[in-house]
């Protein structure tokens, strides 16, 4: 694939302008490069945080599951105490 090359008349001063614009677009590349890693460090963390969260919240639901199993087995159906000793909602 040919290289796509602008029609400047062969000055020095062409030659001066044509340099500067390459440096600022070098450096501007070279900086949204390390922000694309930074945001990719920062995507990274994030979803590391989230698996977390998950595992820790499997973990919960099983105990959680274990407990109401037992308490099932041993009292029977205590869904009607439940909702009357609870005055207000913790979470929503």
């Excluded at 920062?42 to 969260?53: D, L, Y």
């Amino acid at each position: 694939m040919a290289a796509v090359r602008d029609n400047v008349f062969p000055t020095r001063m062409n030659l001066t302008v044509t340099k500067t614009r390459l440096k600022g677009a070098q450096t501007g590349h070279s900086l949204l490069k390390r922000k694309s890693e930074a945001l990719t460090t920062r995507f990274r963390t994030i979803v590391r945080k989230i698996e977390e969260a998950k595992l820790k919240m499997g973990k919960v639901m099983q105990t959680a599951s274990f407990s109401l199993a037992e308490v099932a087995y041993i009292t029977g159906d205590i869904s009607y105490q439940v909702r009357e000793s609870a005055k207000h909602a913790t979470f929503k």
